[in-house]
């Protein structure tokens, strides 16, 4: 080295290179430091092609991420995030759409919640203490259908825009005068919890635990408002089938107004990170565990949870006219009727319990399997 470098020059040339490295190394995402917010590199989505990894479900690895938000959109019940850890799993692509639902039936003959009897017993344990015993002849195969209404009402009332229709069920989701022709690859609806355990023994697979489902539909964006973002809709292009209240208030569908125009086709949005489509937005998707609307305030300080699987039994202080501890398990995801002033469930955080018994024609699912991971 000439010896005309001095050596403060010196110790200046090797401090730069030093601080030039290191830049790199965050600008790269290798390294992060506080108060720098350096972009995660993008997930690589790997899918399974039947040999390396079931055929049509992507690989989510495991990881560690903050369950739940804090969000100024956040209800109680997603409150407050905690940190978890969840180990890789494959995960469906899409919802369980009716075509694959109809091979399910049609290999086995299963006979769904809604094509059967309602059983007095499932009934009685959702309505209040000394509900008297309906009649048999209201006892009739049916499901739960979003009626609507013809004007804008009241939001705290449900009731006015979901109805019991006799003969509703997954292949007419609306009810008997309506059918799913000319929509094999909708997500399949009116499915209870009770028929997608059936389906999944058939298929060998499982429903994802709530954890599992959320790092799922995160898509690697670490406590983003939306799957794909901070932003509803990014350059004004909309990512889900949500209600969008402008052009038709919810829950009015009177010709005038327009109405919810029900599922999209899967996959008709683009998929987030993990390659998985629609996680929120256009069906409801049942998930494992029992609901607690206090759950994740009784896993907050605990350190890093590994795995959580739900509590033990469910609780929900919040349904009017329904015991808090009737059975209910968790769905997630909002669905086509999801909006800003009544739901807004189209977020990764937003969850809420419903009657195992209870398939509705916004409901879904989507399974996950334990298969190797990918090499």
């Known amino acids: 080295m000439p010896r005309s470098i001095s050596k403060s020059l010196l110790i200046t040339i090797c401090v730069s290179s030093v601080v030039l490295v290191f830049t790199g190394l965050i600008l790269f995402g290798i390294v992060s430091i506080p108060g720098v917010n350096a ?21 989510v690895p495991t990881g560690e991420f903050l369950m739940g938000s804090d969000h100024k959109l956040a209800q109680p019940n997603e409150r407050p995030a905690h940190k978890v850890r969840v180990h890789g799993f494959w995960m469906d692509r899409t919802h369980v759409t009716n075509a694959q639902f109809a091979a399910f039936v049609k290999a086995t003959g299963y006979a769904t919640t809604a094509e059967r009897k309602p059983d007095w017993e499932t009934l009685r344990v959702q309505l209040p203490p000394g509900t008297p015993r309906f009649p048999d002849s209201m006892l009739v195969p049916g499901a739960m259908v979003f009626t609507g209404t013809n004007r804008q009402v009241n939001l705290s009332d449900y009731s006015q825009w979901w109805a019991f229709v006799p003969g509703a069920n997954w ?26 355990l059936a389906y999944a023994k058939w298929a060998n697979k499982r429903l994802p635990t709530e954890a599992e ?15 794909w973002g901070d932003e509803f809709a990014p350059q004004g ?20 107004a327009g109405g919810a125009e029900g599922t999209s086709p899967v996959g008709t949005f683009p998929p987030n990170g993990y390659g998985l489509y629609d996680m929120t937005g256009n069906a409801w998707q049942w998930v494992a565990d029992w609901y607690g609307a206090d759950y994740f305030k009784q896993q907050a300080g605990h350190g890093v949870i ?10 929900d202080p919040d349904e009017r006219g329904v015991p808090v501890n009737a059975p209910k398990r968790v769905t997630r995801g909002g669905s086509f009727l999801c ?21 509705m024609s916004h409901i879904g699912f989507r399974l996950v399997s334990d298969a190797p991971a990918p090499l």
């Open 39 to 59: 972009s995660p590199a993008r997930p690589v989505i790997i899918e399974g092609d039947g040999v390396h990894g079931p055929r049509n479900m992507v690989w």
């Open 171 to 196: 292949r007419h989701p609306q009810g008997p005068d309506s059918n799913i022709e000319g929509k094999d690859n909708h997500p399949v609806v009116q499915v209870s919890y009770e028929d997608v």
């Open 213 to 227: 489902w959320e790092f799922a539909a995160r898509g690697g964006l670490e406590q983003a408002t939306y799957a």
């Open 237 to 256: 292009k909309i990512m889900a089938n949500v209600w969008e209240n402008k052009p038709r208030p919810f829950p009015v569908v009177s010709p005038k």
């Open 306 to 315: 590994d795995d959580p699987h739900g509590p033990d039994t469910s609780y």
């Open 339 to 359: 909006n800003v002033d009544y739901c807004l469930s189209y977020r990764p955080s937003a969850r809420r319990g419903t009657d195992p018994f209870n398939p």
